[in-house]
T-cell receptor, first 117, second 111 residues
Framework: DARVTQTPRHKVTEMGQEVTMRCQPILGHNTVFWYRQTMMQGLELLAYFRNRAPLDDSGMPKDRFSAEMPDATLATLKIQPSEPRDSAVYFC???????????????FGAGTRLSVL | QQPVQSPQAVILREGEDAVINCSSS?????VHWYRQKHGEAPVFLMILLKGGEQKGHEKISASFNEKKQQSSLYLTASQLSYSGTYFC????????????FGTGTRLKVLA
């Protein structure tokens, strides 16, 4: 049963600390998305990768957030330094873009619930 | 820029029907619909491509009017399991690629 795996599931940290969230996309998928979800803002796209190349990170605060895909089986989202306003659920999703450019289904991971104190 | 969904929230009795709308100010390449239950990740329902396509999934169907940049999700004979928040996800291609979720619609089905 293929699924997107995110770690950790929960993270509590203090303001100023570095936070790293990891995502293992479904094998064979060529797109990875990072989303942040809060009650106030809904689902916000932070970054989008296709074939490991970042295509859109316009929704990500550049001064403290960074997203990478060191290889096809791992995507990371880092926050340094973390702030209380970063508290949210962070979802990773993977999908397959076929010839023609349209995205197929996005499969979401279970999310990382981050609390910054 | 975020697609607007209406209504924001709706309460139904089991067996009643509902329509959820998604309206974008940008030209859409495709529309996806997702349902998210409390404390869980969004789950894919269906995808609609350009061409005024309509799709069905059990008692849930959807339409996509690309000229109006709108999509509607139709829930027929609602069941308790339909409760959750529904999001439309939109692919926008105008120079650069964008994927943007709508504002969300909270749906509660009562017994």
């Amino acid at each position: 049963d293929a699924r997107v795996t995110q770690t950790p599931r929960h993270k509590v940290t203090e303001m100023g600390q570095e936070v790293t969230m990891r995502c293992q996309p479904i094998l064979g998928h060529n797109t990875v998305f990072w989303y942040r979800q809060t009650m106030m803002q809904g689902l916000e796209l932070l970054a989008y990768f296709r074939n490991r190349a970042p295509l859109d990170d316009s929704g990500m605060p550049k001064d403290r957030f960074s997203a990478e895909m060191p290889d096809a089986t791992l995507a990371t989202l880092k926050i340094q330094p973390s702030e209380p306003r970063d508290s949210a659920v962070y979802f990773c999703a993977s999908g397959l873009v076929r010839f023609g450019g349209q995205l197929n289904i996005q499969y979401f991971g279970a999310g990382t619930r981050l609390s910054v104190l | 820029q975020q697609p607007v969904q209406s209504p924001q929230a709706v309460i139904l009795r089991e067996g009643e029907d509902a329509v959820i709308n998604c309206s974008s100010s940008k030209a859409l390449y495709s529309v996806h619909w997702y349902r998210q239950k409390h404390g869980e990740a969004p789950v894919f329902l269906m995808i609609l491509l350009k061409g005024g396509e309509q799709k069905g999934h059990e008692k849930i169907s959807a339409s996509f009017n690309e000229k109006k940049q709108q999509s509607s999700l139709y829930l027929t004979a609602s069941q308790l399991s339909y409760s959750g928040t529904y999001f439309c996800g939109t692919e926008i291609i105008s120079g650069t690629y964008k994927y943007i979720f709508g504002t969300g619609t909270r749906l509660k089905v009562l017994a």
